[in-house]
């Protein structure tokens, strides 16, 4: 997912959209429900929104809501049947449909994945 505000982040060294929730996205097209028309643009406006919000995050906090989400999407995950996974639907306007299982391994596992260079950098972690 290019221009995910990865400019913002590669700026600030924090990528914000990795950070927020977003469990009703996810629970949402795993039960079957249409998701509301998301757009990169509305990504980067969330994610500036949050940037001015948390201009200087303390750390800990910033782990803790890590922890925190991450936990939150691993107990949805986790409590996906087969047929859920399977479900498809489109995710963002400009990229083509694909099911939960998809949606998961391309964004909650690999976009993450995308992200640790940058924060292994700032926190100086190898």
Not at 35 to 54: F, Q, S, V
Not at 60 to 65: F, I, N, Y
């Amino acid at each position: 997912m290019l221009n995910l505000s990865h400019e913002s982040a590669a700026s600030t060294d924090r990528p914000p959209h990795t950070s927020q929730g977003g469990e009703h996205g996810r629970t949402s097209r795993a039960a079957g429900q249409p998701l509301p028309k998301l757009t990169r643009d509305l990504i980067n406006e969330n994610n500036a929104k949050h940037l001015a919000e948390h201009a200087d995050p303390d750390k800990a906090e910033t782990l803790e809501m890590f922890r925190a989400n991450g936990a939150k999407a691993s107990a949805i995950v986790r409590g996906l049947s087969d047929a859920e996974l399977d479900r498809s639907g489109t995710v963002l306007a400009d990229i083509p449909v694909m099911t939960v299982h998809q949606a998961i391994e391309g964004i909650l596992i690999n976009h993450v994945h995308e992200h640790l260079g940058s924060i292994r950098a700032t926190t100086g972690a190898k």
